[in-house]
């Protein structure tokens, strides 16, 4: 399994404008939120400001995470990144370093 981090934000062209509608996308966003968490496909979620935050995700791959957030769009944009452990990226740039310096 993959870790993700998915940094999200409100995508203020596509958001409604009549105020009903607003509440509405945003209890749906609000209520998918929830859902990942409470199905244990997301481990946190978290807001950087109203419109703005994150999500960690633990995942086969990045493709099953994009699935998994599409239903947002196109209220909200989503940058999807996978993250690698400090012990398995310091080791595959240390081996890469060593490869290409002179001995």
Not at 2 to 24: C, F, H, I, S
Request: glycine share 12%.
């Amino acid at each position: 399994m993959g870790r993700y981090m998915v940094l999200w934000k409100a995508n203020p062209a596509a958001w409604p404008t009549d105020p009903k509608e607003g509440l509405a996308a945003l209890e749906a966003a609000t209520g998918g939120g929830d859902a990942l968490l409470l199905s244990g496909a997301i481990s946190e979620l978290g807001w950087f400001s109203a419109q703005e935050g994150y999500a960690m995700f633990e995942a086969g791959s990045k493709e099953a995470v994009l699935g998994m957030v599409q239903g947002f769009f196109p209220y909200y944009t989503q940058d999807i990144l996978e993250i690698v452990p400090w012990e398995s990226g310091k080791n595959a740039i240390l081996a890469s370093a060593r490869q290409g310096s002179p001995r």
